[in-house]
């Protein structure tokens, strides 16, 4: 039963996840702490069951060629040093007021979303060098230390930061959050979790079954449905996301 819950949980919260891009621990990560796991261990646990997401939105979106190889590059070295410094600190710190924060910026996100109504409808490239890209660089970075420590909603915040400020459109911006976050930042989290802690090795076949499938459905049909919709489900991801944060 424990095993049809975790599949059942995974596959509905990845999937809303590879739709809005991020927001996936909002459901997982509660019930392995319900289903009798630490905040730790089931940390480590979601984390590597989260990369099965960003493999399952990966090979829907490898299919359309959305992704640009500088910019990919940028992401990677920009965010997976703060993934590491985040992950080697999360185990040693009370995360409880880090979480409330995380919330209320979290919903701000998708408030901030619901009263732009062209925000992200369209590409409109900008902070492609200089001081611009370097600057989209240090949050990045700020992001993946986030990414990290926490594990609920940092993938929404990679979203919203390519869509305002390098101005990507929100299915290009959720195509390089779910592969890029989703595979990379993610297992890289997983890797530094599991060697510093602990992880429950038999728990992951149905959470990685129901995330790798959550996450091809998801991303499926966000490049099916188009940047309305994915505002839309992103807007609403957020704001659960963000008050599920604060409430605890």
Do not use: C
Request: no cysteine.
């Amino acid at each position: 039963m424990d095993q049809l819950i975790l599949f059942a949980v995974s596959l509905v919260a990845n999937t809303f996840s590879a739709f809005a891009g991020g927001g996936a621990g909002l459901l997982q990560l509660p019930i392995l702490i319900f289903l009798g796991l630490t905040f730790g261990v089931a940390l480590a646990t979601h984390k590597v069951a989260s990369v099965a997401l960003g493999v399952g939105a990966t090979l829907r979106h490898l299919r359309e060629g959305t992704l640009e190889r500088r910019f990919v590059v940028f992401i990677l070295a920009t965010g997976l040093p703060g993934v590491v410094l985040g992950a080697s600190v999360i185990l040693q710190v009370p995360g409880r007021a880090a979480e409330i924060a995380l919330g209320v910026l979290t919903l701000g996100l998708g408030l901030y979303s619901a009263v732009r109504s062209d925000l992200g409808q369209e590409v409109r490239l900008r902070h492609q060098s200089g001081g611009g890209l370097w600057f989209g660089g240090v949050v990045l970075f700020l992001i993946g230390a986030l990414n990290g420590s926490l594990t609920s909603g940092t993938g929404l915040f990679v979203t919203l930061w390519l869509v305002r400020w390098f101005g990507a459109d929100y299915k290009s911006a959720v195509a390089y959050t779910l592969v890029l976050v989703g595979v990379f930042w993610n297992g890289t989290g997983a890797l530094t979790l599991g060697l510093l802690g602990e992880i429950r090795w038999d728990w992951l076949p149905a959470l990685l079954a129901g995330s790798l499938l959550g996450g091809y459905l998801g991303a499926h049909l966000a490049i099916r449905q188009g940047n309305r919709w994915i505002k839309r489900v992103f807007e609403i991801v957020t704001v659960l996301v963000g008050v599920k944060l604060i409430l605890g």
